[in-house]
């Protein structure tokens, strides 16, 4: 048993560490199974900034307002204040690597900004856009 | 040498309060031991101590989750379960910790406070750092970032021997005194640091 662990956490350690590229194609495909077409970068965009007002508390809210315009920078949250990394890979390689991550964040995130959860061509959309920065 | 006296004496302390068990110190709320909770709700702000809050208050914020204070704060379905049973197991009303039993005892059972920094028992001893009148540094908007003044806060105390309040934090000569019904005393602000 013991043996087998250790085996087990050897082989974790060799394996090739978590890269953005290998979470970010596992879901794009597991979207495609849930009805996604093609994915583009420049709907993704163009949703970024785009204002939608929240009926509860009458404000606008946009995903930039807290990840920043440029996902090359540093956002910081919109009531808190705390500092949000950047969400490009290229400045921040922790991104995108964790699946589980990924989809908490745009299911608490699109919920929030948008009232309600994101599709799955949306979300495909936003990852693809996002891989690329 | 200090530090061993001081926990030495406050063994002492604890021992003859009649609230050490097993060896153990329990005077203060002590530190997490839920990988899952620190992870998911510490990512975005200090993770208060379960026993911060009873269990009644604990299970009516996890029933409201997606509306966390203006904030959504969902988790998934296997993660929640495990949130839930740490913080409801060892919330402050079946803690035997001195601190948490303060807590429950200042607490009115019709209460079912969400916010731990609104329960008075916390709220109340910290209200001046929020008055506007006070303009001490760090400037803080909520009581939510306990780790800036408690520096031992992640381990669960929270005794004023921990906390380290400079006078280049908090300085009496800082205050506005322009409205201020009552003044600071000349020789309160002696020995504080001039601008």
């Known amino acids: 048993m013991k043996k087998a662990v250790v085996v087990a956490a050897l082989s974790a350690l060799l394996t090739v560490p978590a890269h953005a590229q290998d979470a970010v194609t596992d879901l794009l495909k597991q979207y495609q199974a849930r009805g996604a077409t093609r994915f583009t970068p420049a709907a993704a965009e163009a949703m970024w900034t785009r204002a939608v007002m929240d009926s509860k508390s009458g404000e606008q809210r946009r995903c930039s307002q807290c990840h920043s315009e440029d996902l090359r920078r540093a956002g910081k949250h919109a009531t808190t204040g705390k500092a949000i990394e950047p969400l490009a890979p290229s400045v921040n390689p922790k991104r995108l690597t964790d699946p589980e991550h990924i989809e908490k964040w745009f299911l608490r995130n699109c919920k929030w900004t948008l009232g309600r959860e994101c599709t799955p061509q949306e979300k495909g959309d936003f990852l693809v856009m996002i891989r690329a920065k | ?195």
């Open chain 2, 1 to 195: 040498m200090i530090r061993a006296l001081m926990v030495a004496g406050m063994a002492a302390a604890a021992c003859a309060a009649g609230i050490a068990s097993a060896g153990e110190l329990r005077l203060d709320v002590g530190t997490n031991d839920s990988p899952v909770y620190e992870k998911e709700c510490g990512s975005c702000h200090f993770p208060y101590q379960p026993g911060w809050l009873p269990e009644r208050s604990w299970r009516r914020l996890l029933s409201s989750l997606n509306n966390h204070f203006g904030d959504n704060a969902e988790l998934s379905a296997a993660n929640r379960d495990v949130v839930s049973a740490y913080l409801t197991s060892r919330a402050a009303d079946h803690a035997t910790n001195q601190r948490s039993r303060e807590l429950i005892a200042a607490l009115p059972a019709s209460e079912t406070p969400i916010s731990v920094t609104k329960v008075l028992y916390v709220g109340g001893i910290h209200g001046g750092f929020l008055d506007p009148n006070f303009k001490g540094k760090p400037a803080t908007k909520t009581l939510a970032q306990c780790p800036l003044c408690h520096q031992k806060a992640a381990r669960g105390w929270f005794a004023p021997v921990t906390y380290t309040i400079s006078d280049d934090n908090f300085r009496v000569d800082d205050l506005d005194e322009s409205n201020n019904p009552m003044p600071v005393p000349s020789w309160l602000k002696m020995g504080t640091k001039k601008k």
